[in-house]
C-alpha cells in the first residue's frame, strides 16, 4: 500500500491511584499506521500580548480504516499532534462500502 507511515500514541489505562486517589495514568503505547495520506493543513499565530504561538491544524486520511480515537496523539514528520474529536468514517452513499477515514489533527508550539 502507497502512503506514508505515521505512529498512533494510546496512553494506556491507569495503573492505580496517586496518594491523593487520583489515578495515575498508564504508560504510552505506541502502534505504527501505514498507508496513511497527511494533509499539512495550515498554520496560524493567534495574537496575545506576551506569547507567540503556532497553531498547526493538518489532516490524515486513511482508505482502510485504522483504529483512531480522540484521545490518541498522532507523529508524522516527526511531529506529536493531538486528534481533535472523533474520526470522521467516510461510507459511499451509493454502495454502502467504507471509503475511508478521515482524522483532524491539531499541535500547538510556543
Not at 498554520?43 to 491544524?57: C, D, F, I, N, Y
Request: charged residues 20%; negative net charge; proline residues 9%.
Amino acid at each position: 500500500m502507497v502512503g506514508e507511515t505515521v505512529t498512533r500514541i494510546r496512553t494506556a489505562d491507569s495503573t492505580g491511584d496517586d496518594p491523593y486517589g487520583n489515578p495515575l495514568p498508564g504508560a504510552d503505547v505506541e502502534t505504527t499506521l501505514t498507508g496513511a495520506a497527511f494533509d499539512p493543513g495550515g498554520s496560524l499565530e493567534p495574537v496575545e500580548v506576551g506569547r507567540a504561538q503556532t497553531v498547526t491544524t493538518p489532516r490524515l486520511y486513511f482508505i482502510v480504516p485504522p483504529d483512531i480515537i480522540s484521545t490518541d496523539r498522532i507523529r508524522a514528520r516527526g511531529i506529536v499532534y493531538n486528534v481533535i474529536g472523533n474520526p470522521a468514517l467516510w461510507i459511499n452513499p451509493f454502495t454502502g462500502v467504507t471509503a475511508g477515514l478521515v482524522v483532524e489533527l491539531k499541535a500547538v508550539e510556543g
